[in-house]
């Protein structure tokens, strides 16, 4: 009998496939680059620590060094255009005690020149910046706070957010789909992860608890999807999609260690993530709903992720680490874009986090022997919800935590014809 254990990832093929499009180019510094964005697939930058910035005008062939006029790390760097750009930093031990907070790095000349100002609010610091325009832009982060500019930065306001249930933590990305929809991840380790809506321009923001750890990085895919990435070094990655604009939200743990730090979409279908320190890229080809690792060249860590178009991206890491990935000619772009189903396929549970009952849906293809149990983070069975012959078709069931206590679970899917097990596992989170 051939057993066959399937955690969540599918597309082995596919994954080896897309691995061999990334290389590593040479890099002008050895210092830890922890993000990157590009404007086309010729010019972009890439920031970290020290106060490091460099940039490429030949699609990362070549890269010099840039001038920041400080040492503190870059949190992130944002460019509206070939000239115009922003980026981040912090000022936590400064020499006098007369400021603590973010520190505001501005470029009119594609970054030859960069002008050093201060956020007015001490105590707070910005972890994103996004700009839609010259004037409109928005800083996010630590205590939970969301600040938009409609002069281009010379004046901030706080904009209106929700933080009822999760006052004080940070907000790690800020993104737009348009000139009213945009989006806000953050949380904090080992308590919440959290997603941020708003509908009216920054203005008002409503957020929701989707996970027990933070959320790092949005890509938006169309006017109804995006997906965060996030997750924690004991549970490893995770993600969290909506297909109506932020009104629901899917929490998915995907069971391979590390951080996702960074994550982009080279089409609407196709999805990247980086890994950190776990050395790994996370990819997916259909539109995030299963994911596949694979290490990085050289074992590099990766912090963060971009692919301008659909045939060049870039990743950034440790040691002045930088990746390039190459689509070649020829190579037909749907195959990697049209989402085939498995034999069998275990959706995450909804809603998510629940209290107290939740819905869990799985497909089948053939008839199996199903089993399907709920599990506690220690191994010890909670509920066996399914233990029957079933035939092909689409299943629901419901599963209700009333008498159990808050926290992560598992639940599993096993399949068995007499010739293979197959065996799909999901976490779901109870918050009472």
Known sequence: MKFIFLNIFIFTFTCGFAQ????????????????????DRNTGWAAGDSGVIIKTTNGGINW???NSGIFNSIEEIFFLNVNTGWATAWEIFPDTNTYSGTILLKTTNSGLNWTKSMFRDTNYYMTTIFFKDALNGYMGGTPATIVYTSDGGENWLHADIDTTLFILLPIFKIAFFNDQV?????????????????????????GE?????????????????????????????????TTNQGVNW???????????????????????MSAGYAQK????????????????????????????????????????????????????SSYTEIYEPSKY??????????????????????TYNVILEVYNLLGEKISTIVSEKQKAGEYSYRFSGADIPSGVYCYTLILNDDNDIHKVTRRMLLLK
Request: glycine share 8%.
């Open 250 to 272: 899917f929490y998915d743990t995907l069971g391979v260690f590390g951080l996702a730090t960074g994550i982009s979409a080279r089409t609407q279908y196709e999805i990247w």
């Open 64 to 66: 010099t060094i840039q």
């Open 345 to 366: 396929k275990l959706y995450q549970n909804f809603p998510n986090p629940f209290n107290p009952e939740t819905e869990i849906n799985y497909e089948i293809m053939k």
């Open 20 to 39: 061999n499009h990334w290389v590593n180019t040479p890099s002008p510094t050895s210092l830890t680059l922890t993000n990157c964005y590009f404007i």
């Open 182 to 206: 945009g989006y806000a991840c953050g949380g904090f380790r080992d308590l919440a992860g959290i997603t941020w809506v708003t509908t009216n321009a920054g203005r008002n923001w409503d």
């Open 209 to 241: 608890i989707l996970a027990p750890e933070p959320f790092f990085d949005i890509s938006i895919l169309t006017q109804q999807k995006a997906i965060c990435s996030g997750g924690d070094l004991e549970f490893g990655s995770s993600v969290a999609r």
């Open 281 to 332: 890229f996370l990819y997916s080809n259909d539109t995030g709903l299963t994911w596949t690792s694979f290490d990085t060249p050289d074992q590099e860590a990766v912090f963060d992720v971009f692919f301008p178009d659909s045939i060049y991206g870039f990743a950034v890491g440790s040691n002045g680490a930088i990746l390039k990935y190459e689509r070649p000619s020829g190579i037909n």
